[in-house]
């Protein structure tokens, strides 16, 4: 069965660091790409991150420099995908959601947002002025 948890979300004021984790089961890294996004109440969720199953990463312009995507594989099978992200901006708060994609049908741009099969459950992150 597989499962996306998120972790980590919280308040911070601006210029201030959160880390953010998904726990994910029932697949490999190597079987998917994973992507974080955010999604703010009335808009799009759109995408801040995200990294192949070849490793490859992605950002968004408005988080490059400040953001960084990594993922872990441990041996008790608890892998992991974790979003560190620094200086962050009161334009940065929304709703934080990772997601497992394994089609990319948007070719050498990687998984379209609707490839995206799999979600968490999303993590509130709110960044104050």
């Known amino acids: 069965q597989v499962q996306l948890v998120e972790s980590g979300g919280g308040s911070v004021q601006a210029g201030g660091s959160l880390t953010l984790s998904c726990t994910v089961s029932?697949?490999?890294?190597?079987?998917?790409?994973m992507g974080w996004y955010r999604q703010v109440p009335g808009h799009n969720c759109d995408l801040v991150s995200s990294i192949s199953r070849k490793g490859i990463l992605h950002y968004a312009d408005s988080v490059k420099g400040r953001f960084t995507i990594s993922q872990r594989t441990s041996d008790n099978a608890n892998n992991t995908v974790t979003l560190r992200m620094n200086n962050l901006k009161s334009d940065d708060t929304a709703i934080y959601y990772c997601?497992?994609?394994?089609?990319?049908?948007?070719?050498?741009?990687?998984?379209?947002?609707?490839?995206?099969?799999?979600w968490g459950q999303g993590t509130q992150v709110t960044v104050s002025s």
């Open positions: 997601a497992a994609a394994w089609e990319r049908r948007g070719g050498r741009r990687g998984p379209l947002t609707s490839d995206y099969k799999f």
């Open positions: 029932g697949f490999t890294f190597d079987d998917a790409d």
